[in-house]
């Protein structure tokens, strides 16, 4: 992770988590709030299926097409390393990024279907690193009752138990654990107060952009 001192910036805030976990809902949510707050905040997503790149990779997790498993990792990398440069600009323009996944889901569905977790790593080793992640930790049982489940490949609950193990194996001190299991207010409001708390010191120039 290479370190750019700026003065002023935006955080990087990932939400990661087992499929139907509530992401997308979370990020939607957590976005208005803290645009209410008056902060600059952009909702992205991964994969981003509007550029070539993120058109074969949907094209793949709707089984129309197959692709070799480390061939479909990198493409899931390349997704986010073309938006690397466009990524560092909005968050040295002040903007903090609420991502819906990146590289820890790049890493922990690719090694749960039995890549080398070590290689799985290096393609994401110097894309911008996440200030704080937000981990809807559900239990995949519970996951696999929420609506259309089971559409997507990876969809199936024995292959996100194996992709929770390797989330596990990732965390480190910007990781909050937020239990998913709860209602989506529950859940919204446990992951207001960190979130506003790294906005701030992304602010004040503590973090610097890694
Ligand atoms: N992937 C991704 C890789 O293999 N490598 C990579 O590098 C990346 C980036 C697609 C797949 O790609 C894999 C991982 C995935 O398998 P995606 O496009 O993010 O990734 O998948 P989506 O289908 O868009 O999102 P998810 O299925 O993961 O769902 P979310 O976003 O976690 O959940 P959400 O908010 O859409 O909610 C799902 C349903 O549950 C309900 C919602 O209303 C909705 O119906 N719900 C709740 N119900 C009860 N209680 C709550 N608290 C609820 N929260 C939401
Ligand atoms: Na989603």
């Given at each position: 992770a290479v370190k750019v001192a700026v003065e002023k910036r935006g955080a990087l805030i990932v939400l990661e988590g087992l499929d139907r976990s509530g992401k997308s809902s979370q990020c939607r949510a957590l976005a208005s709030f803290l645009r209410e707050r008056g902060e600059s905040v952009e909702e992205w997503r991964f994969p981003d299926?509007?550029?070539?790149?993120?058109?074969?990779?949907?094209?793949?997790?709707?089984?129309?097409?197959?692709?070799?498993?480390?061939?479909?990792h990198l493409l899931f990398a390349a997704n986010r390393w073309e938006k690397k440069s466009s990524m560092e600009s909005t968050l040295r323009n002040g903007t903090t990024l609420l991502v819906d996944r990146y590289s820890y889901?790049?890493?922990?569905?690719?090694?749960?279907?039995?890549?080398?977790?070590?290689?799985?790593?290096?393609?994401?080793?110097?894309?911008?690193a996440a200030d704080l992640v937000l981990f809807l930790d559900i239990d995949p049982e519970v996951a696999a009752r929420r609506g259309e489940y089971g559409l997507e490949r990876y969809?199936?609950?024995?292959?996100?138990r194996r992709v929770a193990t390797y989330y596990q194996a990732m965390r480190d001190s910007t990781w909050q654990i937020v239990d998913a299991n709860q209602s989506v207010e529950e859940v919204q409001e446990a992951l207001r107060e960190a979130a506003v708390s790294v906005i701030?010191?992304?602010?004040?120039?503590?973090?610097?952009?890694?």
């Open positions: 299926r509007t550029t070539a790149i993120g058109q074969m990779i949907s094209s793949y997790l709707s089984q129309t097409a197959e692709l070799d498993d480390s061939a479909i889901s790049g890493v922990a569905f690719s090694a749960a279907k039995g890549l080398d977790f070590q290689w799985c790593s290096t393609s994401e080793t110097a894309l911008p969809e199936e609950v024995d292959f996100q701030q010191s992304c602010k004040s120039g503590a973090e610097l952009l890694r």
